[in-house]
């Protein structure tokens, strides 16, 4: 998984709300087996629209998404999470997630970034004077060129896992030594090899 500190750049806003995973990636493009490809399906119902949010110029090649409450709600699709990531989104600004959601996009290497209306109405209302923000999971804030600053929280440990680029097998190999030190005092009771020879 890429670590992620800080990203800056364009802004998509789709203030919708209730965009479940079924929106964000459709279930037909759910037969590959790779983590990557998705990008290309991403709101795929909705981008046959010209007039969809994504869709509009200054929505290009946006890094950012600010979108509507409990974004990612619906099944524990983990494609929705890989498909924003491969579309080129790091961050994702909504005022609440659906909880699996959130979880797969930490594990992906988005930051799901928790705000109230007031807050995200703020920075939206400064994107009309420039589109463009900065996500600093460092100093835990958002900022606008103007110099808005909006500070916002976030778990420790995804935090870390996501300043260090940390997924399940990469947190679990940093234990690496202690497993095979346990392994090696409590040896297996039969050769595993030999099972169904």
Not at 19 to 36: A, N, Y
Not at 146 to 164: I, N
Request: charged share 25%.
């Amino acid at each position: 998984m890429r670590a992620l500190r800080q990203v800056t750049g364009t802004v998509a806003v789709l203030a919708r709300p209730d965009v479940d995973t079924d929106q964000i990636i459709p279930k037909q493009f759910l037969k590959r087996i790779e983590r990557t490809g998705y990008g290309q399906f991403l709101f795929h119902d909705w981008m046959e629209d010209p007039d969809f949010e994504l869709r509009r110029p200054e929505a290009h090649g946006a890094s950012i998404l600010v979108a509507g409450r409990n974004f990612g709600c619906g099944s524990s699709r983990e494609h929705a999470a890989w498909a924003l990531d491969d579309y080129g989104f790091r961050a994702i600004l909504a005022p609440s997630f659906g909880d699996i959601f959130r979880t797969n996009a930490v594990k992906t290497g988005l930051a799901p970034i928790a705000l109230g209306p007031d807050e995200l109405d703020r920075l939206t209302d400064a994107l009309a004077e420039r589109n463009e923000l900065t996500v600093d999971l460092e100093v835990l804030e958002v900022r606008h060129p103007s110099g808005l600053a909006v500070p916002f929280a976030f778990s420790a440990f995804e935090r870390q896992c996501l300043l260090e680029g940390l997924d399940d097998i990469a947190l679990t190999l940093r234990h690496a030594d202690a497993i095979a030190a346990y392994e090696e005092r409590h040896p297996g009771r039969f050769d595993t090899a030999a099972v169904g020879a």
